[in-house]
């Protein structure tokens, strides 16, 4: 956006903020850190960096304890259940 309209999006902000009652004023903050914390998890190198177990020395044992004898009834030995 250019530097003006930037500009003049923000006063058009602001003064429809003024216009809303107080009440509203704590859903207009959420929704706006809301849109905060989405960008910053768009642009945070690790959501972008994709797993590859060829790569990655652990990756490669998940799932490995997911066969007999160690699966089996591993539910009651962590759990009690």
């Not at 923000?10 to 929704?31: C, G, I, R």
């Not at 809301?34 to 945070?44: D, E, G, V």
Request: aromatic share 8%; no cysteine.
């Amino acid at each position: 956006m250019k530097a003006e309209k930037i500009i003049n999006t923000k006063q058009q902000l602001f003064e429809a903020l003024n216009k809303l009652p107080d009440s509203a004023m704590q859903e207009v903050f959420n929704y706006t850190e809301f849109i905060l914390t989405r960008r910053l998890k768009q642009q945070s190198p690790l959501t972008k960096k994709k797993l590859d177990p060829r790569k990655d020395p652990l990756l490669k044992l998940m799932g490995i304890a997911d066969v007999e004898p160690f699966a089996h009834k591993i539910d009651q030995d962590l759990y009690g259940a």
